[in-house]
Nanobody
Framework: QVQLVESGGGLVQAGGSLRLSCAASGRTFSSYAMGWYRQAPGKQRELVATITAGGSTNYADSVKDRFTISRDNAKNTVYLQMNSLKPEDTAVYYC????????????WGQGTQVTVSS
């Protein structure tokens, strides 16, 4: 069992920056691919960025060159640095952990609100 706790959300003006953190419990953090997803009101949850256990990253086209995902295995934490924020980035951001070998080990955090004002 892995528990994920997100933090770092808030209200920011367009063009500003925020850094989200997701702290994971457990001793096998390095065995999980980590991801950030978001869900805006009335919309489906969508992928923002992922990072594999080996550190390879993938981004949604809408956030490329603005957002950076990273992980610190020593701290059991994954980060999402968000720069040049736009009002359309407003959403609840969720952290996800997927075990690299066991698909049923798939966990979600409770989410953190990010609001970007114009």
């Amino acid at each position: 069992q892995v528990q994920l706790v997100e933090s770092g959300g808030g209200l920011v003006q367009a063009g500003g920056s925020l850094r989200l953190s997701c702290a994971a419990s457990g001793r096998t953090f390095s065995s999980y691919a980590m991801g950030w997803y978001r869900q805006a009101p009335g919309k489906q949850r969508e992928l923002v960025a992922t990072i594999t256990a080996g550190g390879s990253t993938n981004y949604a086209d809408s956030v490329k060159d603005r957002f950076t995902i990273s992980r610190d295995n020593a701290k059991n934490t994954v980060y999402l640095q968000m720069n040049s924020l736009k009002p359309e980035d407003t959403a609840v951001y969720y952290c996800n952990a997927k075990h690299v070998l066991i698909p049923r080990y798939d966990y979600w955090g409770q989410g953190t609100q990010v609001t970007v004002s114009s």
